[in-house]
C-alpha cells in the first residue's frame, strides 16, 4: 500500500531546512518573493524567515487583491450601498479597506444596504426574491475567484435577471510578474509562485511570461510546499537556470482548469488596469464582454489615483521594495484595529501578517 506524504512532516521539514543551508553556500543575497498572500501569512504562521539562511530573504509582493483594489473602486462601491434601492455584496476582506469617502464598513453603520456573502451565486436567490430591488456585487479577486462569477453571469443572463449587476476588479497575477520583473527598485531574484491562482491557470500560464527572467517555483501552502519552493528555487540560481518548477503537482496541471480558463475567456475580455499603489499595468484587469455588458455596474466614482493615504507605505510593500517594518506608520499609527492602508486591513495583506506573526523578530 502506497504511503501518503505529509506535507506539514516536521522530518521533512527540518531535512529541507538543511538542504536550503547547504544549497545558498556560496551564493551571493537572495531575494525571493512570494506573490500570494495566503502564503505571506503562512511563512509568518510558521516563523520560516527565521529558518532560513541569512543571505535567503523572503519579500512579500502584490498577492493580495483587497489591496491592490484602488480607491475609486471602493468609493463606487460605497457609493451602491447608500444608493436606496440597491444593495452591495462583498467578500468580508473587503469591507474595512479604505476608500476615500470611508470604508463599507462605515456605509453600512451609516444606514446603507450591505450583505456580505461567501459567494457570488447568492446573488441570484436574492434578485429572484426582490425583482423590483437592484443588487450589486463587488467583483474583486485574482484568477481564483473569477470563474465563479463568470458563471453567476453566465446564469443571471440564462435567468434574465435584469437586477443583477457586476462592480467589476479583477486583477491578473501573470502581467503583474512581469511588471515586477521589468521595475529597477524590486531586485527580485526568483518568485514563489501562488497555488490557488495557479490551480485555475496551470503552470503554462508562467512560461509564457517573456519578462520573466527570474527562476519561480509554484507552491503549495503546507511547510513541506514552501520549503520544497524555495529550495528548487535556490538550485535554479545555483545553476544559472531561468525556469518555471511545480512544486504543487497534486493540485497544479500544466494547462491547469480548462474548463474555468474557457468560461472566464466566455465572460471576460483583458483590459488595462490600475493597481492600488503601483499604477497601471497592461491587461492585467478584466471587464465584461459585449454579450454580457448589460450585467456591468458603472462606477460612481471618477477618482482614478492609485495613491495611499499619507505616509502610507502600502506601494512600496507591494512591489517588493520595502518590508512593512520599514515604514514609518507599521505598529505605530497603523495598526489592524486601526489601519491606514489597505496591506494592513486584509487578512492576506503583508502588513498584517507582519504585524501578527513577525513584530518581534524584525
Given at each position: 500500500m502506497?504511503?501518503?506524504?505529509?506535507?506539514?512532516?516536521?522530518?521533512?521539514?527540518?531535512?529541507?531546512?538543511?538542504?536550503?543551508?547547504?544549497r545558498?553556500?556560496?551564493?551571493?543575497e537572495?531575494?525571493?518573493?512570494?506573490?500570494?498572500?495566503?502564503?505571506?501569512?503562512?511563512?509568518?504562521?510558521?516563523?520560516?524567515?527565521?529558518l532560513?539562511?541569512?543571505?535567503?530573504?523572503?519579500?512579500?509582493?502584490?498577492?493580495c487583491?483587497?489591496?491592490?483594489?484602488?480607491?475609486?473602486?471602493?468609493?463606487?462601491?460605497v457609493?451602491?450601498?447608500?444608493?436606496?434601492?440597491?444593495t452591495?455584496?462583498?467578500?468580508?476582506?473587503?469591507?474595512?479597506v479604505p476608500?476615500?469617502?470611508?470604508?463599507?464598513?462605515?456605509?453600512?453603520?451609516?444606514?446603507?444596504?450591505?450583505?456580505?456573502?461567501?459567494?457570488?451565486?447568492?446573488?441570484?436567490?436574492?434578485?429572484?426574491?426582490?425583482?423590483?430591488?437592484?443588487?450589486?456585487f463587488?467583483?474583486?479577486?485574482?484568477?481564483?475567484?473569477?470563474?465563479?462569477?463568470?458563471r453567476?453571469?453566465?446564469?443571471?443572463q440564462?435567468?434574465n435577471?435584469?437586477?443583477?449587476?457586476?462592480?467589476?476588479?479583477?486583477?491578473?497575477?501573470?502581467?503583474?510578474?512581469?511588471?515586477?520583473?521589468?521595475?529597477p527598485?524590486?531586485?527580485?531574484?526568483?518568485?514563489?509562485?501562488?497555488?490557488?491562482?495557479?490551480?485555475?491557470?496551470?503552470?503554462?500560464?508562467?512560461?509564457?511570461?517573456e519578462?520573466?527572467q527570474?527562476?519561480?517555483?509554484?507552491?503549495?501552502?503546507?511547510?513541506?510546499?514552501?520549503?520544497?519552493?524555495?529550495?528548487?528555487?535556490?538550485?535554479?540560481?545555483?545553476?544559472?537556470?531561468?525556469?518555471?518548477?511545480?512544486?504543487?503537482?497534486?493540485?497544479?496541471?500544466?494547462?491547469?482548469?480548462?474548463?474555468?480558463?474557457a468560461?472566464?475567456?466566455?465572460?471576460?475580455?483583458?483590459?488595462?488596469?490600475?493597481?492600488?499603489?503601483?499604477g497601471?499595468?497592461?491587461?492585467?484587469?478584466l471587464?465584461?464582454?459585449?454579450?454580457?455588458?448589460?450585467?456591468?455596474?458603472?462606477?460612481?466614482s471618477?477618482?482614478?489615483?492609485?495613491?495611499?493615504?499619507?505616509?502610507?507605505?502600502?506601494?512600496?510593500?507591494?512591489m517588493g521594495?520595502?518590508?512593512?517594518?520599514?515604514?514609518?506608520?507599521?505598529?505605530?499609527?497603523?495598526?489592524?484595529?486601526?489601519?491606514?492602508?489597505?496591506?494592513?486591513?486584509?487578512?492576506?495583506?503583508?502588513?498584517?501578517?507582519?504585524?501578527?506573526?513577525?513584530?518581534?523578530?524584525?
Amino acid at each position: 500500500m502506497k504511503t501518503l506524504i505529509s506535507f506539514s512532516n516536521p522530518d521533512l521539514a527540518k531535512a529541507l531546512i538543511k538542504k536550503i543551508h547547504k544549497r545558498a553556500r556560496g551564493l551571493p543575497e537572495v531575494r525571493l518573493m512570494e506573490v500570494c498572500g495566503t502564503h505571506t501569512m503562512e511563512i509568518g504562521r510558521l516563523g520560516l524567515r527565521s529558518l532560513l539562511p541569512d543571505n535567503v530573504k523572503l519579500i512579500s509582493g502584490p498577492g493580495c487583491p483587497v489591496c491592490v483594489t484602488p480607491e475609486y473602486i471602493i468609493d463606487s462601491a460605497v457609493n451602491y450601498a447608500m444608493q436606496p434601492g440597491y444593495t452591495l455584496l462583498s467578500f468580508g476582506d473587503m469591507i474595512r479597506v479604505p476608500g476615500t469617502k470611508g470604508s463599507l464598513e462605515h456605509a453600512k453603520a451609516n444606514g446603507g444596504s450591505l450583505e456580505i456573502v461567501t459567494s457570488p451565486l447568492q446573488i441570484l436567490d436574492m434578485a429572484v426574491q426582490k425583482p423590483d430591488h437592484m443588487f450589486v456585487f463587488a467583483a474583486v479577486g485574482f484568477e481564483t475567484t473569477v470563474p465563479v462569477i463568470s458563471r453567476t453571469v453566465e446564469l443571471a443572463q440564462e435567468r434574465n435577471l435584469k437586477n443583477v449587476k457586476m462592480l467589476v476588479a479583477h486583477r491578473l497575477l501573470p502581467p503583474a510578474l512581469t511588471a515586477l520583473c521589468t521595475d529597477p527598485d524590486s531586485n527580485i531574484n526568483g518568485f514563489l509562485l501562488p497555488g490557488h491562482v495557479s490551480v485555475i491557470l496551470g503552470s503554462i500560464a508562467y512560461k509564457n511570461i517573456e519578462a520573466l527572467q527570474v527562476p519561480a517555483a509554484i507552491t503549495g501552502f503546507e511547510s513541506i510546499d514552501i520549503l520544497g519552493g524555495i529550495f528548487s528555487v535556490l538550485e535554479m540560481i545555483g545553476e544559472n537556470n531561468i525556469d518555471v518548477s511545480n512544486m504543487y503537482q497534486r493540485a497544479v496541471r500544466p494547462m491547469g482548469n480548462p474548463h474555468a480558463v474557457a468560461l472566464i475567456d466566455k465572460i471576460f475580455r483583458p483590459v488595462d488596469a490600475l493597481w492600488r499603489g503601483i499604477g497601471t499595468i497592461p491587461l492585467s484587469g478584466l471587464d465584461l464582454k459585449d454579450d454580457y455588458i448589460t450585467f456591468n455596474a458603472p462606477l460612481r466614482s471618477t477618482e482614478s489615483s492609485s495613491s495611499m493615504p499619507e505616509g502610507c507605505s502600502c506601494g512600496n510593500v507591494l512591489m517588493g521594495r520595502m518590508v512593512p517594518s520599514e515604514c514609518s506608520l507599521f505598529g505605530r499609527s497603523c495598526i489592524p484595529e486601526s489601519p491606514v492602508g489597505p496591506c494592513m486591513v486584509s487578512t492576506e495583506g503583508s502588513c498584517a501578517a507582519y504585524f501578527r506573526y513577525e513584530r518581534t523578530s524584525l
